[in-house]
């Protein structure tokens, strides 16, 4: 006896998934010449012998799987998926190096001994600390590692989050409602997104819960489970915030902290978090800090240029400022000596 059976098709590019002229579902259909399948909008009908039907289903589950992960389907990649085994097509795809494929099959892998020291940190640890100038890396890597995991459904959405300080800018001054304040400042981590994934995946994610992008603040008296957690630009987070952050991670969620210590925007007096906990919590079971540096940085080499004077210039002034302290404690000896 015949079975009917309605399948839903997650959201996805209709062109990458059926092709010009339905040439690509024409060719998986090929392959099932005793089914019925009928394809309307987001739902496939097929109708024939249970097996087959059963068949079909792991088929298009392994092809949608394909597109996922690759962001892409060629003729080529549906022949070989009908004829291999849906199991070691998957297990072949986990030895991979790449951490993720972006629109149009863009390569997102770790590109330096630093950043696949960071992967594997991840792997191992729940929770990994990632400290290194700009241009390293740090929270790309981070947030390829969170779309793979999501892709891969370790997780079940990804959390994206920073504290709200100002570098220099007043957010309060920006229009619009605290929404439309806060989306430029965190405009680097939907720019990451949006590199792994379509932007209308995002959009999405984001509208339905999968990917929540929002300031420190609004993680208070949370508890962040089955996610996959990022807090980028830590070193601007309090000693308060930070204490707050790590102590809401639930029994089943990765937590990735990223930060600058070269660029803290906290007032003078105000110490920063992320310093303090790298130091009390380092060599602890289940956390790793991984420090990347100069040799890291793939932004233009200029780059490397700027931070290599900065980091010159502040160790002159360092040494200036160490040598006036010096000449104002000998002088203050020396009069102490001479009214002794």
Known sequence: MDQEKEISIPLVDPLVLFGANNSKFKLIKSYFPKLKIVARGSKVKVLGAPEEVDRFEKKLELVLWHIEKYQRLTERNIERLMQADNEEVKNRAKDEDVLVYGPGGIKVTARTPNQRRLVKAVEDNDMVFAIGPAGTGKTYTAVALAVRALKEKEVRRIILTRPAVEAGENLGFLPGDLKEKLDPYMQPLYDGLTDMLPYEKVADYIEKGVIEVAPLAFMRGRTLDKAFVILDEAQNATVSQ???????????????????????????????????????????????????????????????????????????????????????????????????
């Open 242 to 340: 930070m204490k707050m952050f790590l102590t809401r991670m639930g029994q089943s969620a990765k937590f990735i902290i990223t930060g600058d210590v070269s660029q803290v925007d906290l007032p003078r007096k105000q110490p920063s978090g992320l310093l303090r906990a790298v130091k009390i919590l380092d060599n602890k079971e289940g956390i790793s800090i991984i420090r990347l540096g100069g040799e890291d940085i793939i932004r233009h080499k200029l780059v490397t240029m700027v931070i290599n004077a900065f980091e010159h210039d502040e160790k002159e002034r360092e040494t200036y400022r160490e040598a006036k302290k010096q000449e104002k404690k000998e002088a203050n000896d020396e009069k102490k000596n001479y009214e002794a």
